[in-house]
């Protein structure tokens, strides 16, 4: 019987090729396949760009089609049809790696394609690499604690609703907003009537050629916001 290659989940960092992990990078390199995320025909895969130094002309790339859609029944439909491909490959003995921006285990397509794979192949060998997540670079870019002594950090994925904010920052003293582009002017509003708009930096595709932050939230409210955007929030400032 043929034994099944290894699968691989790799975190590729925020943006800058020289924050990929040490054992991402060995990885990447040995492996007979590298799998990568694509949103949509038009747009080249914002990991390969990443993490493309890293990988040998001998590799297969993969491409797995990840829709930017909230519609359940066709994201489904294509983590299934992925992780079907990618079972395919490892019953044929190649040892494969997913690559994805940030942590592989944070708000990841890597994880729902885990998922199917599993179903298909519950015995296969799976390790998971983290990364480098866009907040965390984001810290040590501005020299500032995400959180410190027993302060509490919330890390919040794209809002659908900016007013549920005003409960969430109540209580939690840092704050983490992430994936802020659609409602960018909703969220700026309501850290202004909490007083938080001055306590607050906007950061774009930090690692990449043309990062951008910002502390003046209103300088930008009229401008085309990234996808890879976040607002670091501070109650007690910076």
């Known amino acids: 019987m043929t034994k099944h290659g290894k699968f691989y989940g790799i975190g590729v960092g925020p943006g800058a090729a020289d924050l990929l992990t040490v054992r991402a990078a060995n990885i990447l390199k040995d492996v ?29 790339i993969i491409e797995i089609s990840t829709p930017m859609t909230r519609d359940k029944a066709i994201l489904n439909a294509e983590w299934e049809k992925g992780a079907a491909l990618i079972a395919e490959q490892l019953v044929a003995g190649q040892s494969i790696a997913f690559i994805t921006i940030g942590d592989a285990m944070l708000f990841s397509t890597y994880t729902y394609i885990l998922k199917k794979l599993r179903v298909l192949l519950p015995d296969v ?75 607050a930096v906007y ?9 951008f932050m910002t502390y ?6 009229t401008t085309k916001r990234d996808y890879l955007s976040l607002i670091l929030v501070k109650r007690e400032g910076f």
């Open 32 to 60: 007979d396949i590298v799998c990568v995320p694509r949103s949509s025909q038009d747009n080249e895969s914002v990991a390969l760009k990443v993490a493309g130094s890293y990988i040998t002309d001998k590799t297969k």
């Open 203 to 211: 950061v774009c595709k930090l690692g990449y050629p043309d990062q």
């Open 216 to 221: 003046d939230l209103d300088s930008i409210r």
């Open 125 to 199: 060998h799976i390790e998971s690499v983290p990364g480098i997540t866009s907040f965390s670079a984001t810290a040590a870019f501005l020299n500032t604690a995400l959180a410190e002594r027993n302060e509490k950090l919330a890390i919040i994925p794209a809002i659908d609703d900016p007013n549920e904010l005003r409960t969430i920052l109540t209580h939690f003293p840092n704050a983490i907003l992430m994936k802020v582009a659609g409602k960018f002017n909703e969220i700026v509003d309501v850290l202004d009537e909490l007083n938080l708009k001055n306590n």
